[in-house]
T-cell receptor, first 113, second 115 residues
Framework: GNSVTQMEGPVTLSEEAFLTINCTYT??????LFWYVQYPGEGLQLLLK?????DKGSNKGFEATYRKETTSFHLEKGSVQVSDSAVYFC????????????FGKGTRLSVIA | NAGVTQTPKFRVLKTGQSMTLLCAQD?????MYWYRQDPGMGLRLIHY???????AKGEVPDGYNVSRLKKQNFLLGLESAAPSQTSVYFC??????????????FGQGTRLTVV
């Protein structure tokens, strides 16, 4: 079945450091890929997405590239801020109908000033 | 623009009590989901629905029932609450374009404590 594996946290970085959160997936066909973010006390919200190989999703300084050859969708940001502290979830959407979205377990990021 | 609304936001139950969590979406989405989120466990899918009148089991369905009588509503029921069901519950909705799901939209969550 479909699955998403992302690096375990927590990840603690200093402000302005470079961030990478690894995500790899297993899926049949060509899934759509997503990164969601969950700020403390809130629900998940979409951060970025990519729907086909080599697409790059970007938002708020975050980027992720859909790599079909390595089945990966790593999240990166060049300079993190304290306000980026949150839990990040990688997810995939199977192109077959009637199958639910699949989420990774989440990676908690803490950014310290 | 309400999006996905969950009620209640907080609840404390005694072991053995029953309750229903309500999820409502105003985006005309076909797909709706119930997840639970526990520390260190990420999101786990309880049940989901691919359309009005349909439901399916997810990863952790035991102890829960669901109903989707109207397209905009997805109810999650606990018939006899247990302390192991203490968690934060999230509802989400999405739709399919034929080439895959669009993004999922999440509610703000319901924090349930069973004592």
């Amino acid at each position: 079945g479909n699955s998403v594996t992302q690096m375990e946290g927590p990840v603690t970085l200093s402000e302005e450091a470079f961030l990478t959160i690894n995500c790899t997936y297993t899926a049949t066909g060509y899934p759509s890929l997503f990164w969601y973010v969950q700020y403390p006390g809130e629900g998940l919200q979409l951060l970025l997405k990519a729907t086909k190989a080599d697409d790059k999703g970007s938002n708020k300084g975050f980027e992720a590239t859909y790599r079909k050859e390595t089945t990966s969708f790593h999240l990166e940001k060049g300079s993190v801020q304290v306000s980026d502290s949150a839990v990040y979830f990688c997810a995939l959407s199977d192109r077959r109908g009637n199958t639910p979205l699949v989420f990774g377990k989440g990676t908690r990021l803490s950014v310290i000033a | 623009n309400a999006g996905v609304t969950q009620t209640p936001k907080f609840r404390v139950l005694k072991t053995g009590q029953s309750m229903t969590l309500l999820c409502a979406q105003d985006m005309n989405h076909e797909y709706m989901y119930w997840y639970r989120q526990d520390p260190g466990m990420g999101l786990r899918l309880i049940h989901y629905s691919v359309g009005e009148g349909t439901t399916a089991k997810g990863e952790v369905p035991d102890g829960y029932n669901v109903s989707r009588l109207k397209k905009q509503n997805f109810l999650l029921g606990l018939e006899s609450a247990a302390p192991s069901q203490t968690s934060v519950y999230f509802c989400a909705s999405s739709y399919s374009t034929g080439t895959g799901h669009t993004e999922a939209f999440f509610g703000q969550g319901t924090r349930l404590t069973v004592v």
